[in-house]
Each structure stands twice: as structure tokens, then as C-alpha cells.
């Protein structure tokens, strides 16, 4: 398995302002992905970061909202630019550990909107 | 493109009665597939996947999961629910060829009775 670290955990943040969410993994990793998770709704996948690239966004998210960083083999940062209560969310950080089958999850950071 | 339907929202069960979770998919390609459990405030966890080896597959916590391509269903059961069980349940699928890019269904939620 890989132990994945998000910070900040959970946020309180004014509408307009923005907030940059960090993933840390505990080994290298190829794949790294960021899903929203918005109040009573499941998962939806908002990019995938592969390290030295774009990130690579899926229909309906943009680089100017969600900003994505990739320096490294384990780490990754996510920013909720310009924020509005709609982006009230629990966003999380997946991971596939190179060679695996499967994605692990991170804690997830709850960003409340207000 | 690949798609989950996770029919109801809510399973209400009483402590030690059978779980059945309900999970169909719809993919073009012989999907990878998966059951993650949510507890509060908690991230996602893995409780078991379908990767084309065996179709009956048992995972974490005494929970299994039958793959029946002409039903296109992976439904979660379990035997014995426990009050531990409480959680969320998400079934997911991904494209073999898709790096663990997951789509999800829109989740279940598990109550157990005393």
C-alpha cells in the first residue's frame, strides 16, 4: 500500500481568495490524481498529474481554477483558485503505486466556501 | 466511455443480516473493478477488485464481490453485517489501459440496526 499525507486536512476559506491543497506519498509513485468529492455526491476526477508534464484535466475543470503541480515523484499540489461556495468540497489526492493495480487515497481536505 | 450505476442511495440492514450492495457497469472494454468503503471524515479505503482473474473476489472485512459479465453487475455482499460496517460504499470501474483513472458511482449508504 502507500501512505499518502494531504494538507491541510480541512479549511475555512472567504470567497475569492485561494487555497493550495498538498499531497505527500511515501514512495515514488507514476500516477497521481486529484478528485472532487462535493456534498452528497461521489467522486469526480478532476486532473491527473504525471511528474514532468501538463497536467492532464478532465471535461468541465480548467488549469485557471485548478492550478496543478508535480515536482517530484511524491508530491503533487492542488490550488482552488478564485474560490466561491460552490467549491465547498472534499478534495482528494489518489495515487497508483507503479506497476499496481489498484489507486489509494489520501485523507482528503475538506474546504468549506464562505 | 465507462459509466456506474449504483441504484438507491441508502441500505438499511439490522446487525448480523446479509449485505447486498447493488453495483452495474458499463464499459467497452473488459473493466477493471472495484468497492471502496468511506467512513466519516475518513478517506477512501480499498475493500476489494476485480482485475480478470477469479470472479468471485473476497476483500477486507469479510466483504466479496461476484463479477457477472452477462449481468454487467459486481455486486458487494457480506454474510453478517456488523455495526462497524456503517460506512459509504462506492463501486468504481477503470480502463485496464487507463492507469487506475476511476469512475465512480454515486455511492451507497450503509446503515446497520442493533
Known amino acids: 500500500s502507500a501512505v499518502i499525507s494531504q494538507k491541510p486536512s480541512r479549511d475555512i476559506c472567504q470567497r475569492g481568495t485561494s487555497l493550495t491543497i498538498q499531497c505527500q506519498v511515501d514512495?515514488?509513485?507514476?500516477?497521481m490524481f486529484w478528485y472532487r468529492q462535493q456534498p452528497g455526491q461521489s467522486l469526480t476526477l478532476i486532473a491527473t498529474?504525471?511528474?514532468?508534464?501538463?497536467?492532464?484535466?478532465e471535461s468541465g475543470f480548467v488549469i485557471d481554477k485548478f492550478p496543478i503541480s508535480r515536482p517530484n515523484l511524491t508530491f503533487s499540489t492542488l490550488t482552488v483558485s478564485n474560490m466561491s461556495p460552490e467549491d465547498s468540497s472534499i478534495y482528494l489526492c489518489?495515487?497508483?503505486?507503479?506497476?499496481?493495480?489498484?489507486?489509494?487515497f489520501g485523507q482528503g481536505t475538506r474546504l468549506t466556501v464562505v | 466511455a465507462q459509466s456506474v450505476t449504483q441504484l438507491g442511495s441508502h441500505v438499511s440492514v439490522s446487525e448480523g443480516a446479509l449485505v447486498l450492495l447493488r453495483c452495474n457497469y458499463s464499459?467497452?472494454?473488459?473493466?477493471?473493478l472495484f468497492w471502496y468503503v468511506q467512513y466519516p471524515n475518513q478517506g477512501l479505503q480499498l475493500l476489494l477488485k476485480?482485475?480478470?482473474?477469479?470472479?468471485l473476489v473476497k476483500g477486507i472485512n469479510g466483504f466479496e464481490a461476484e463479477f457477472k459479465k452477462s449481468e454487467t453487475s459486481f455486486h458487494l455482499t457480506k454474510p453478517s453485517a456488523h455495526m462497524s460496517d456503517a460506512a459509504e460504499y462506492f463501486c468504481?470501474?477503470?480502463?485496464?489501459?487507463?492507469?487506475?483513472?476511476?469512475?465512480f458511482g454515486k455511492g451507497i449508504t450503509l446503515s446497520v440496526r442493533p
Open positions: 489518489s495515487v497508483e503505486r507503479t506497476g499496481g493495480l489498484e489507486a489509494f
Open positions: 514512495s515514488q509513485v507514476t500516477m
Open positions: 498529474a504525471n511528474q514532468g508534464s501538463e497536467a492532464t484535466y
Open positions: 464499459s467497452s472494454v473488459p473493466p477493471y
Open positions: 476485480y482485475t480478470s482473474a477469479a470472479t
Open positions: 468504481a470501474v477503470s480502463d485496464p489501459g487507463a492507469n487506475s483513472k476511476l469512475t
